[in-house]
Nanobody, 120 residues
Framework: QAQLVESGGGLVQPGGSLRLSCAASGFTFSTYSMSWYRQAPGKERELVAAITSTGGSTNYAEAVKGRFTIARDNVKKMVYLQMNSLKPEDTAVYYC?????????????WGQGTQVTVSS
C-alpha cells in the first residue's frame, strides 16, 4: 500500500527555519517525481517545489525561490523541504506529492499534510 507521511511542521517565528520530511513506502520511489504543495485557509492548493526522480532538476514557485530547497534521498525513500527566512504568508498545510507517468498512465499519491505556522 503506497503511503507518503510528512513530518517536521510546527510553529516558527518570522525569519526562522523549518525542515519538512516526507517518508515514502509501498511504491518504487526512485521512479517518481516528487513535489511539495501547500494550501492556506481559503486558498487553492499551490505548488511550492518539485524535484525529478533522479534529483537532477528542481523548480520552485516564485514566492519561495532563494528561501526554500527541495531534496531527495532515493536510498532512504525520503524527500525534504528546507524552508528558511520564513514569512507569515508561508503559513499553510504542506503536502508531499509523488507522481509518475508511463505511456500516458498517471499514478500519483498524496500525503496527509503537515501544518506550518509562521507567527510571532
Amino acid at each position: 500500500q503506497a503511503q507518503l507521511v510528512e513530518s517536521g511542521g510546527g510553529l516558527v517565528q518570522p525569519g526562522g527555519s523549518l525542515r519538512l520530511s516526507c517518508a515514502a513506502s509501498g511504491f518504487t520511489f526512485s521512479t517518481y517525481s516528487m513535489s511539495w504543495y501547500r494550501q492556506a485557509p481559503g486558498k487553492e492548493r499551490e505548488l511550492v517545489a518539485a524535484i525529478t526522480s533522479t534529483g537532477g532538476s528542481t523548480n520552485y514557485a516564485e514566492a519561495v525561490k532563494g528561501r526554500f530547497t527541495i531534496a531527495r534521498d532515493n536510498v532512504k525513500k525520503m524527500v525534504y523541504l528546507q524552508m528558511n527566512s520564513l514569512k507569515p504568508e508561508d503559513t499553510a498545510v504542506y503536502y508531499c506529492y509523488g507522481r509518475r507517468t508511463i505511456l500516458g498512465n498517471i499514478r500519483d499519491y498524496w500525503g496527509q499534510g503537515t501544518q506550518v505556522t509562521v507567527s510571532s
